[in-house]
């Protein structure tokens, strides 16, 4: 009941972040960080969701998922805007309000999924929605002509397909461990 009760939460405040960055381009913090906190505090109190059986270890469980949530992030935030620092200032002539190849409301994302999911889901989730961005992305620039998405759905969609077992971890053995 318990599990099925965040399970439930997680989902839905990942449904409830994709909309709002999709229809915004923002990343409320009280979702985010609400839900790390959450993600926390269900890994204490259901220990075994990462393979622990005191609530110390499920805690550092989900705070390893968390801390590579937030390093992977930060580093794809910080290589992505030096990668792509001319792309980047042709696209803020046309709209001033984007600053880096990855927001920081993604990075924080990113860390909340880790958090709930574990270490091991990170690098999956973030492939998933790094292979479905790049495909929406090419047929949105195709019919829009325009080349802007925010990152928050796909990462979304990629944490919520991992976590009801959309693809089998053994796809992912070689990220996983």
């Known amino acids: 009941m318990v599990e099925t009760m965040a399970d439930a939460v997680f989902l839905a405040d990942l449904a409830l972040i994709a909309v709002i960055d999709a229809r915004r381009r923002v990343i409320p913090d009280g979702l985010s960080l609400g839900g790390l906190v959450f993600s926390l ?3 204490a109190v259901l220990p075994h969701r990462h393979g622990a059986v005191t609530p110390m270890d499920g805690l ?3 705070l390893a998922g968390a801390g590579l949530g937030l390093a992977v992030g930060l580093i794809l935030r910080w290589s992505g805007t030096l990668l792509l620092r ?3 200032d042709a696209v803020r002539r046309h709209d001033p309000t984007v600053d880096a190849a990855l ?7 990113l ?3 880790g958090a709930f999911l574990g270490w091991s889901g990170v690098l999956p989730v973030l492939l998933v929605a790094c292979v479905l961005g790049a495909a929406v992305g090419v047929v ?3 019919v829009s002509g325009r080349s802007v ?3 928050g759905p796909f990462l979304c969609v990629g944490g919520a397909a991992w976590h009801v077992g959309v693809f089998p971890a ?3 053995a070689g990220l996983t461990g």
């Open 103 to 109: 927001g920081m409301g993604d990075v924080k994302l």
């Open 149 to 151: 998405l925010p990152f």
């Open 111 to 113: 860390a909340f999924i």
């Open 60 to 62: 550092a469980a989900s």
């Open 86 to 88: 001319r792309r980047l």
């Open 140 to 142: 949105y620039r195709i």
């Open 170 to 172: 053994s796809l992912f």
């Open 41 to 43: 505090a269900v890994s």
